[in-house]
């Protein structure tokens, strides 16, 4: 086996400590392009209760406005743990997590396991929305599976 010992050395794996409350600390992901639509996908860490939001646009001021009304609705987490997309980087993004004293939280790059619990969300939202392919909207499925 070539190459060096750091490149081929396996990060350790640290678990999440398991938070005691609701909306203590949320892990959020945009779910890729599913039939033209994109979601914003928000999982509690401790109830694992899902909200998902059909998003016209992935910015960092469209992701500030579905947030916002979330923690309008839940209260405001202590945590959030993202990946490392630029509407997350970005300075507007990072005024918002000052401004409301989120502790934000952003996986390695490249991974994406960091973020394991909305990456896990995400594929078993598409994997349910494609099983339901048919005559309803992608609205009306995605309504189905959250319900179920």
Partial sequence: MSGCEECTTVAPLYPWDWPENPCQCIHFDFAATLE?????VVVDAHSKWPEVSLMQSTTAESSIQKLRGLFSRFSLPEQLVSD?????????????????????????????STNGLAERFVQTMKQALKSARGQLSIQKRLDTFLLS
């Fill in 36 to 40: 033209g639509s994109m979601f914003l």
């Fill in 84 to 112: 490392n997309g630029l509407q997350f980087a970005s300075q507007e993004f990072g005024n918002f997590m000052k401004a409301t004293g989120i502790h934000h939280i952003t996986s390695a790059p490249y991974h994406p």
